[in-house]
């Protein structure tokens, strides 16, 4: 139903499930990175399974897999700060605004609202975001990530999906 600008509201009910997946992101996100620091020191590794896949505990103090992590700008952390809040007002909106009906749109979104939460929390508290899942094959090596990562690429591939089947539905 459109409120007095004209704009779609989703009904209050809906809004609370997608508020519910996020703050269950946000929630599973800081216990796990939580766990982490308590039980390893920085840099410290855990193999389980041999080969492909350790426990780590490492800081990123950059954007996604390390990118800007050595610039040596005073800026960097609160750039990136604002630029997390400035992504995660858009995504609000975009959720709070949109049909009841729009599950296949909300709750990747709702999934990306509760990454970017966990991340920016911890860009806040410390300057930087615990990664500590690390996967790798032979030479092949992915860069360590977390939880939240994992939501936000979870929930902007379901994202794109949507778009993309809506989009063959138009033509």
């Given at each position: 139903m459109p409120d007095k600008a004209g704009v779609a509201m989703a009904a209050p009910g809906v809004r609370v499930v997608y508020l519910l997946v996020a703050g269950g992101v946000f929630l599973a996100d800081r216990l796990t990175k939580a766990l982490i620091e308590s039980v390893m020191g920085l840099h410290e590794?855990?193999?389980?399974i041999?080969?492909?896949?350790h426990i780590v505990h490492v800081r990123n103090e950059g954007i996604a897999?390390?990118?800007f992590a050595d610039s040596p700008s005073a800026w960097k952390t609160f750039a990136l700060i604002a630029l997390s809040a400035v992504a995660l007002a858009g995504v609000g909106y975009v959720m709070w605004t949109s049909a009841p009906a729009s599950s296949r749109q909300n709750t990747p979104l709702a999934l990306i609202l509760g990454g970017a939460l966990g991340n920016l929390f911890d860009r806040i508290r410390t300057g930087g975001v615990v990664d500590f899942l690390d996967f790798f094959v032979a030479d092949y090596h992915?860069?360590?990530f977390n939880l939240a990562d994992s939501a936000i690429v979870i929930g902007g591939g379901l994202l794109l999906l949507h778009l993309a089947r809506a989009e063959r539905r138009k033509k």
């Open positions: 590794t855990r193999v389980v041999p080969g492909f896949f897999f390390g990118l992915w860069p360590a």
